[in-house]
């Protein structure tokens, strides 16, 4: 006697979605299964990951994370071209930390001139974070937007507060959205709704649902997550059917379980292998949940990664 | 002649509001009238495609593309859609009654509350009134005076097994004589107990001299959160005397039911907040006194009907349990109370029946609607909703009811939102907004200049902005349109429903994000508590065979609107019926029968709550819910093929243009 295997009846389809241009534009969505479900179904388009790229020398990093990096830090353009000569980043996240209005401050002009410099020098898509605060994300990102016409950038974080300006100005500029929302499945859905209304392409938006690392509330993350993508491979909600992205390596980075040296806590062990570990096991934990795109940070936890996609699509 | 015909200037007359433009010779007809200030209805905004812009062309000729919204039979009558034509000659052009802007606003017909109200009930109150003579005692007949009485009445009426209460006796003596024997005695019954074979045992409570059957009267009050609602009856007609109502004075002491149960934890703060709610009624029965020239004296019962908190601060039950997990009651089943004894400004023994409860969040007030609404006496699976400060809602039917109660907030009635108020004169409760150049149309309760917005009205108002896109679906501005009413005020953006010198408040009347937002707040949580209450007993929406809507909205709630911005299931419009304050017309209602009274027994006693405060699927859906009209299309169809359809004839207006 043969036992059949339920299985999930599947309805929907994500989005394939085309970031940058060129021979190294890359293309991600398109599942018609859950995640790594290939016996369900098609996975055409493997996760990517992103490697971050700060705009200004980054500060009380852990010594794991600044090692990769030596000699570049302070200047964008080699760190961009270090992560894709040297590790083989397939696409590039440039963080606008120099923006941020309780920090440097730094204007929009010049904010916009870096991502400029970046963005000419690679021929990878270029990912551009702002730091959240609503008004000065419109003035930064609009002014990205305008000065990488054609670029095909992926713009985010685009939120309720900011989403109609910013959103125009990417709808202009033909570039990618990433919609941003606090960890909740109505409120992700609510913003596309919005950001449709307001012209947004159906291939030109990506869905930021907030994440978190291992320890910080990475469970709620996840099961947003996975109601994320059931509701669009299972209920035929057009409105949640877009890849997600998911910024993680700040997020874990900047934990104080990553940041304490091995001597102040003798049992939490190695830190370098702790904060390698704890970023790539938070990335697998989202890559398990429906994650398309993955921004990253320390190229062993990249590369560990790498090799658990590969184990998992091997046929 | 000859002048007219090299001058390219026609004169256009619009009836029937008798007003001549002059305009350009091929000029869009549309826009003419709008320009006279001829109020033309155009949902489309002259896009050509919802046919409401008709005129009748009644001399001279016009160019008009015709479209299928056009019949034969109205083409051949000179009928044309304004907005496809254009004016040829000088012009009597007639608008059509239906095109009208006011009758879009101001015609809908009510449905009649009688669909839905209880039926199959005497008029038999509870408090009655019976005039005996007695034949004066002598040395052969010398029973007491409390045995006369009853005696006669058992020969008179044939009452029996009474009970008497000890105030009664103690005058009883001195009244019978002073009235030469000629006495009018009031009894008063409670509800019977349900399926025990009970009845009502009457209680004698007074005695007056000579006949006062011809002065019966009693008292209903819906005792609300935010307002107190009371009518005067008269008895023997079965019949509303006056109507009153007034802000509850608690208000002071906190918007919603919570903040009020944490004041009478204070020392004093129930006494406090007893005294001030007892004075907003006695202000209440001031008005009702007046209005209706009834002396007090005649005043022989009133009747309650409040939610738990409401209730128990009334008889100064501590409603602390009401709000501490598991969340308990005092009683749901409350013995009738000597109003006097209360601070009421009755007679003594006057008693008050408060309507029995069913949960901690769940009252009378909810008791008191089903009773009146009858939806226990029909199998017809109903939803009804209760829109107060508190929102309630019931499931059920003749068979049985599941009710939860979910915090709304004051928004309905006009609390937490700038110009809100109460529906009464010089509220904005209608309107309407033309789609091309924004400026709106509205109607205040009584025709008065306006004075603020009530919960009707915000509603509408809502549903109006959506619909032309002056507000997007997540109830936030859309600053970029070019309307002067679209400014940004200190609460941010916000939009001039009426200027300074049309009000009656010398201020510019507007409608906030924030009022909008907290509106959305009010009506998510109403929806999201249909629904979760809905799913837990295994109902779909289109299960629903009539939704019963009270509430204190003016008598103006419109259904369509109201399912615009999500606020009640996208159903055919004729299952909803409207009943107003169903908890003032439960206790009105039972004012006139026994039967009702036993009904409201009943019902309490059948209905089984559900905590949405313990339900995790109710906070999901209320976020779902926080989205005009909802994050989920799929449950309002109608709205979003209406919404689209909008879009459609704004995308082509912005070509045309």
Redesign the interface.
């Known amino acids: 006697m043969t036992v059949e295997i339920p299985k999930t009846a599947y309805s929907g389809k994500i989005k394939e979605i085309t970031l940058g241009k060129g021979d190294k534009a890359v293309t991600v969505g398109g599942e018609t299964a859950y995640p790594f479900y290939l016996f369900e179904g098609k996975m055409p388009h493997l996760p990517r990951i992103a490697m971050e790229v700060y705009d200004t020398p980054p500060e009380g990093w852990a010594a794991a994370a600044l090692e990769p990096f030596a000699g570049v830090t302070g200047d964008p353009v080699a760190w961009a071209k270090k992560c894709i000569n040297d590790y083989g980043a397939e696409m590039i996240c440039l963080q606008l930390l120099s923006t941020d209005p309780n920090g440097l401050n730094r204007g929009a002009d010049e904010a916009a001139a870096v991502v400029k410099e970046v963005a000419d020098a690679i021929d990878v898509p270029l990912i551009v974070w702002g730091t959240a605060n609503d008004e000065k994300d419109t003035e930064v990102l609009r002014k990205v937007a305008e000065v990488c016409q054609g670029k095909k950038l992926v713009i985010g974080p685009v939120e309720?507060g900011d989403h109609k300006r910013i959103g125009a100005a990417a709808i202009g500029y033909q570039h990618t959205v990433a919609a941003s929302t606090p960890i909740?499945?109505?409120?992700a859905?609510?913003l596309n709704?919005?950001l449709g209304?307001l012209g947004v392409p159906d291939d030109a938006l990506l869905i930021d649902p907030t994440v978190s690392g291992i320890g910080y509330g990475i469970e709620y993350c996840y099961s947003v997550m996975e109601r994320i993508r059931m509701a669009a491979l299972t209920q035929q909600?057009e409105?949640l059917q877009f890849p997600i992205i998911c910024n993680i390596a700040k997020e874990v980075w900047k934990t104080k379980e990553i940041k304490m040296p091995e001597a102040e806590d003798p049992t939490l062990g190695d830190a370098r292998k702790r904060g390698i570990l704890l970023e790539a096991m938070s990335a697998m934990v989202l890559l398990m949940a429906g994650g398309d795109v993955l921004v990253m940070r320390h190229p062993e936890a990249i590369k560990l990664i790498r090799e658990m996609i590969a184990e998992l699509t091997a046929s | 002649m000859a002048k007219d015909l090299v001058s390219n200037k026609r004169r256009v007359h619009f009836e029937p509001d008798n007003v001549d433009i002059v305009v350009e010779q091929g000029t869009n007809l549309l826009e003419a009238a709008i320009n006279a200030g001829v109020r033309i209805y155009a949902s489309c905004g002259g896009a050509g495609t919802c046919g409401t812009c008709k005129v009748k062309i009644e001399k001279g000729e016009v160019e008009t593309t015709r479209t299928r919204k056009v019949s034969d039979e109205e083409f051949q009558q000179g009928i044309r859609q304004a907005c496809q034509s254009r004016v040829l000659t000088d012009l009597t052009a007639y608008v059509l009654v239906e095109s009208r802007l006011e009758k879009a606003v101001l015609s809908r017909e009510d449905r009649k509350i009688s669909e839905a109200l209880a039926t199959g009930w005497r008029l038999k109150s509870p408090l009655s009134k019976f005039f005996v003579e007695l034949p004066p005692p002598t040395i052969e007949d010398n029973v007491s005076d409390l045995s006369r009485l009853l005696r006669g009445l058992k020969q008179r009426y044939n009452l029996s097994n009474m009970s008497v209460d000890f105030d009664v006796v103690k005058k009883l003596s001195k009244t019978l004589r002073d009235s030469d024997w000629k006495v009018t005695v009031s009894t008063l019954v409670t509800a019977a107990r349900p399926r025990t074979g009970d009845t009502h045992r009457p209680r004698l409570i007074n005695v007056e001299p000579g006949d006062t059957r011809n002065k019966y009267y009693s008292l209903a009050i819906d005792i609300g959160t935010t307002t107190v609602c009371g009518q005067l009856l008269d008895l023997n007609r079965g019949k509303v005397i006056a109507e009153s109502i007034e802000y509850n004075g608690q208000i002071s002491y906190g918007a919603d039911v919570i903040t009020r149960i944490a004041y009478c934890q204070r020392p004093g703060g129930l006494k406090k907040l007893q005294q001030v709610v007892v004075a907003t009624i006695n202000e209440v029965i001031d008005t009702l006194l007046a209005k209706s020239q009834v002396n007090v004296r005649h005043i022989g019962h009133v009747i309650v009907a409040g939610n738990p908190t409401m209730t128990q601060i009334l008889l100064g039950l501590d409603p602390k349990y009401l709000r501490l997990a598991p969340y308990t009651p005092a009683a749901n089943f409350i013995p009738p109370v000597e109003a006097s004894s209360l601070g009421i400004k009755v007679k003594k023994r006057v008693y008050l029946f408060a309507f029995p409860s069913v949960a901690s969040y769940v009252g009378g007030d909810i008791v008191s609607g089903i009773v009146a609404a009858g939806v226990h006496q029909r199998k017809a699976l109903t939803l009804f909703i209760d829109m107060g400060t508190n929102g309630e809602i019931v499931v059920g039917n003749s068979d049985w009811m599941a009710t939860a109660s979910c915090s709304a907030g004051p928004a309905f009635e006009g609390g937490g939102i700038k110009h809100g108020m109460v529906a009464i004169s010089g509220a904005i409760e209608k309107f309407s907004i033309d789609p091309l150049n924004l400026e709106p149309e509205i109607g205040t309760v009584g025709g008065e200049k306006p004075k603020g917005i009530c919960g009707s009205g915000l509603i509408n108002i809502i549903a109006g902005l959506l619909e032309v896109g002056v507000i997007g679906q997540n109830g936030k501005f859309n600053a970029d349109l070019p309307s002067r009413r679209i400014r940004e005020g200190n609460e941010g953006y916000e939009y001039v429903l009426v200027w300074t010198s049309e009000t009656q408040i010398n201020k510019d009347i507007v409608i906030t994000e924030t009022d909008i937002d907290n509106l959305m707040r009010a009506k998510a949580a109403m929806y999201a508590g249909c629904q979760t209450l809905a799913r837990s007993v295994g109902v779909k929406n289109s299960d629903f065979e009539q939704v019963i809507i009270a509430g204190a909205f003016g008598s103006h709630l419109d259904i369509e609107k109201a399912i615009t911005i999500g606020l009640f299931p996208d159903l055919p419009r004729d299952r909803f019926i409207f009943i107003g304050n169903g908890s003032l017309l439960g206790a009105r209602l039972t004012s006139f029968s026994v039967d009702l009274l036993d009904d409201a027994r009943r019902v309490a006693q059948m209905m089984t709550n559900l905590e949405l405060s313990e339900n995790v699927d109710f906070m999901n859906n209320y976020i779902a819910a926080l989205f005009l009209p909802h994050t989920n299309a799929a449950e309002f169809p109608s709205v979003q093929k209406k919404l689209d359809r909008l879009a459609k004839d704004k995308v082509k207006r912005g070509a045309m243009v």
């Not at chain 1, 909740?184 to 409120?187: A, T």
């Open positions: 309720e909740d499945i109505n409120l859905k609510q709704i919005l209304n909600d409105k």
